[in-house]
DNA sequence: AAGAGTCTCAACCGCTAGTTT
DNA sequence: CAAACTAGCGGTTGAGACTCT
């Protein structure tokens, strides 16, 4: 025989938490602490079960919570984080104090992701997906380490979306593209470094703008 | 003004790893 | 050791807000 059930489902109460129920569970954790999630209701007297208690504390009511609107530098962190860590929700929200995971899941399905979708990038992987007219050479010698986009508003605020790639033969390299479509790159890359099959044998030089036209092009979809 | 379509996000569901009996 | 539970996680849903026509 295993322990008792955390609560008996039949007369809890579900969906949207009232006012009133709110303070009750801000009160008693505020005043006993939290021990254990499936007494909370019973001694705070409510009608909910211990999992959606400790669900709203730590999603809406705990008091070192957040309550703006997620930042354009946080959101080109998740976006970083995402493409080390995939959707690990908890472990992304573990580097900004005060987000909840669900938060942070929620910004990413309504928002990043809808915008990787449309720059053609793979939310998952945050590899290009079938670029229109991308050069073969360009997918042979570099692969894409991360892409980030970061984000923008109705008031004119620059669109920009950025690459980061390791070329085969080269160090890490980091280019910009803002929404008019010019480009701002970083290249460092020494002519000796370069792979000998390129095109002109200075890909990709400070001044190459290889097949990344193509990205300009995602920019202008923005 | 109103109906339809879209978006946001709080809350729930189902699963898993770890814990307790 | 097995069964039953807890806490926490990620996926999904749906009500209300918002935007468009």
């Not at 929200?93 to 899941?105: H, M, V």
């Not at 080269?170 to 792979?195: M, Y």
Request: proline letters at 5%; a positive charge; charged letters at 25%.
């Amino acid at each position: 025989m295993g322990r008792q059930p955390c609560c008996d489902k039949a007369g809890m109460r579900r969906g949207a938490w009232t006012a009133e129920e709110d303070q009750k569970l801000i009160n008693f954790i505020i005043n006993n602490g939290i021990h254990c999630w499936r007494l909370v209701p019973k001694l705070a007297g409510l009608m909910r079960c211990g999992k959606s208690c400790r669900l709203r504390w730590t999603n809406y009511l705990r008091p070192d919570l957040k309550r703006e609107a997620i930042s354009q530098e946080e959101e080109s962190q998740i976006i970083q984080l995402h493409s080390r860590l995939g959707n690990r929700w908890s472990k992304i929200a573990s580097y900004f104090p005060g987000r909840t995971d669900n938060e942070i899941k929620n910004h990413w399905n309504t928002r990043i992701k809808k915008r990787l979708n449309l720059l053609g990038l793979n939310p998952a992987t945050h590899e290009l997906i079938n670029p229109p007219n991308a050069s073969p050479q360009m997918m042979i010698d570099m692969k894409q380490k991360e892409i980030g986009v970061s984000s923008e508003d109705k008031s004119g605020y620059e669109h920009r979306i950025w690459m980061t790639f390791q070329s085969m033969n080269a160090e890490e390299n980091r280019l910009q593209v803002n929404s008019s479509g010019s480009c701002s790159s970083s290249f460092s890359v020494q002519d000796s470094l370069c792979p000998s099959s390129s095109k002109d044998n200075s890909f990709p030089s400070s001044e190459a703008t290889i097949s990344l036209d193509d990205l300009f092009f995602y920019g202008n979809l923005l």
